[in-house]
């Protein structure tokens, strides 16, 4: 076993490592700075904060699972098949979803669910991205990174819709007599 084949286990331990941060704080989070929010972001904050009324604790997890389960879909896939390129992409997109809480953070000028678990695992995966440039040519880690982050933007999309729709479902089935 090499070592690309160790690292690459890393990838859902830190997803989900850093993703229980979002899941434990999002939802009382938002709900505890949406003035700070529509006075400090007002175009913004019009636009996204009605998405996360709808949004509960529950229906979060449900989105994370579902982005863990593609994660480790792919972790497996790519040490059966000794194919890291895929791996390498989503990687390092995940890598730039770390940075981009850190810059939230710094826009926001306060706490944001994800900045703790952020700041740990990005050493991490500065760390691990510069094992995987040593097995990999550079044209391959940008490519794949650009079809990364392609692939985590439209996935964010399909989850943000299925974690509304899993809410709502939820509240019926909350409500449903037994």
């Known amino acids: 076993m090499n ?3 160790v690292i690459i286990w890393l990838f859902p331990i830190l997803f989900i490592f850093h993703d229980f941060e979002e899941i434990i704080f999002m939802q009382v989070w938002i709900s505890k700075n949406k003035r700070y929010l529509c006075e400090r972001f007002p175009a913004l904050s019009k636009n996204l904060l009605p998405h ?26 790519s040490y059966m098949m000794n194919w890291y390129s895929l791996w390498i992409g989503l990687f390092i997109a ?12 710094l826009i926001v000028r306060k706490y944001v669910p994800a900045i703790v678990t952020s700041v740990i695992c990005l050493p991490i995966c500065i760390y691990i991205i ?28 399909i989850i943000h819709k299925g974690m509304s729709i899993f809410s709502k479902w939820l509240a019926r089935y909350e409500h449903q007599s037994q």
């Open 52 to 77: 996360f009324d709808n949004i509960t604790t529950a229906s979060f997890a449900f989105g994370v699972a579902e982005e863990f389960i593609l994660i480790s879909i792919i972790t497996v896939i």
């Open 3 to 5: 070592n690309i084949q």
């Open 130 to 157: 510069k094992q995987i440039i040593k097995v990999s040519t550079l044209n391959t880690v940008i490519l794949y990174s650009i079809f990364g982050f392609i692939i985590m933007v439209i996935n964010l999309g």
């Open 94 to 105: 995940f890598t730039l979803h770390l940075l981009i809480h850190c810059f939230q953070t």
